[in-house]
């Protein structure tokens, strides 16, 4: 037995297990001094002392005896620690696998599906109850009721939008309202996911009615989005999204506005107001359900509408022929005072924002 070799060995599996004498002494109970003269080979651990140390350092007593492990048990535990180190690999790549399938899945679908409201209105007809849903995997579009402020019946109608050359689009034709387009990703039967902002700002129906044809401007209400990470639950059973959460300011000035002075039509599910200014009728019209303001002037023997939506900070501006013919059309941001459509150079722009949106929105 070869006490300096033992003492070797003893700092070997000290120094291994990150052990300084003084906390070696503590766990095995023994003085700091015994320990050093082990390891100084002066003299070897009793046996008691020597089974608790084989414990603690995972050898046995012979190879501390013998001053070295085992070759067999090395290569136990070299086996041990490979694949220790196997599973732990195999568990980090795992991970991060998992990690990236979900930050993939996160990325692809977060904030992609949109749920608008659809309305359209001129002098003759309106429609509401509209509703188009995005999705990357299917799109879904309910155009709503068609009604006439006049009684008019028409006889078919086309949806379509304008392209960025310009050019007409058709989206669907039919005789009845009552319909609902189903458009999937990648086929783009009727329309593209990928154009969602384009369509929501350059769409239009085209009515056919008594040999005559009107357009109307398409509006799109954002309804929801998927873009929370965690949602409310609403509570009570009459209580609905906008009893829970808080209108903007701009919504609260014109309803606050509308419920004073406006008359509400139950049939139509809208309210109006008829005024002059500067001596041309005006007719104002709002529909509470999808956040829209209409207002309709008749300078001479033109038409100009103004028609306020997306919280009342945009708004486009269309002048119509006696004819029904559009003229012009622009789409303004008001919040960040840039044109968004068309030529919003056009002077009555200032007039409206002025006469208008001050007085019934800024008031």
């Known amino acids: 037995m070869n006490n300096k070799k033992i ?30 003269k082990w390891e100084r080979g002066i003299n070897v651990p009793p046996p008691e002392v020597l089974l608790e140390l084989s414990k603690i350092y995972n050898v046995s007593v012979n190879e501390i005896l013998n001053g070295e492990r085992d070759s067999n048990n090395n290569i136990k535990t070299e086996n041990k620690k490979n694949k220790k180190k196997l599973i732990t690999i195999i568990l980090s790549f795992v991970m991060v696998l ?25 002098e003759n007809f309106y429609v509401h109850d509209g509703l188009v849903i ?11 009721t068609i009604k006439s402020f006049k009684d008019l019946e028409y006889l078919k109608f086309e949806i379509f939008y304008y392209d960025e050359n310009g050019l007409e689009n058709l989206i669907f034709e039919s005789n ?14 009727y329309f593209s996911y990928d154009i969602r902002e384009w369509l929501i700002q350059n769409s239009y129906i085209r009515i056919y009615y008594d040999d005559k044809i009107e357009i109307l401007k398409l509006f799109f209400q954002e309804d929801m989005r998927n873009n929370k990470f965690f949602y409310q639950k609403l509570k009570g059973d ?4 906008d009893q829970t959460f808080e209108e903007p300011y701009e919504v609260k000035q014109i309803e606050t506005y509308v419920d004073n002075n406006f008359t509400y039509n139950e049939e139509e599910d809208s309210y109006f107001l008829n ?3 500067n001596g041309n ?24 509408i103004m028609t306020f939506w997306g919280n009342f900070l945009t708004f486009e501006y269309e002048i119509y022929k006696e004819n029904g013919y559009l003229e012009y059309v622009f789409n303004y941001d008001i919040l960040g005072k840039k044109c968004l459509k068309g030529d919003c150079s056009n002077p009555k722009k200032e007039y409206f924002l002025e006469t208008y949106y001050n007085k019934f929105i800024s008031y």
């Open 7 to 36: 003492g070797n060995f003893l700092i070997d599996l000290r120094n291994e297990f990150n052990l300084t004498q003084e906390e070696l002494s503590q766990k095995i109970s023994v003085s700091r001094s015994a320990i050093s």
């Open 98 to 122: 998992v990690t990236f399938f979900f930050f993939l899945y996160f990325l692809n679908n977060y904030n992609s599906i949109y749920v608008y409201r659809v309305t359209a209105e001129n």
């Open 238 to 241: 009459n209580q609905s999204p």
């Open 176 to 189: 009845d309202d009552n319909y609902t387009l189903i458009s999937c990703y990648g086929n783009d039967q």
């Open 281 to 304: 009728k005006v007719d104002i019209r709002y529909l509470k359900g999808t956040k829209t303001l209409i207002i309709r002037e008749h300078i001479g023997k033109e038409i100009h």
């Open 275 to 277: 005024i002059t200014i």
């Open 134 to 144: 995005f999705s990357k995997d299917k799109s879904y579009m309910r155009l709503g």
